[in-house]
């Protein structure tokens, strides 16, 4: 029997960070730049709790990284790879759509009826 890597677990506690919308949506927004709560807040539409919950999240398995401004609290992305991630994901994504789109157009052509 193999033994899994040791950093297996924190891998996968990355995945299940990155495994919820809201989460995801904070994550492309700060791959642009960082973005206090409030923005962070205003963007995922969510009461500050849950926000707050969102957040912990990504920083306990070191995705992001926060910072105090005066009153206010800042995040930034701390695993600046993800967001390559996320587009080689997109990407794909994409690409499957597209080989959907023509495999249907195909079908269409094959039973004789038109495109609509």
Known sequence: MTSMPPDLAQRAKVFKALGHPSRLLMVEALGRGAL???ELRDLVGSDMSTISKHLSVLREAGIVADERRGTSVYYSLRMGCVT???????RFLDQQLEEQILYLEDLRKQSGRPAS
Not at 84 to 90: H, R, T
């Open 36 to 38: 206090c709560v409030c």
């Open 84 to 90: 390559a991630f996320l587009s080689c994901v997109g």
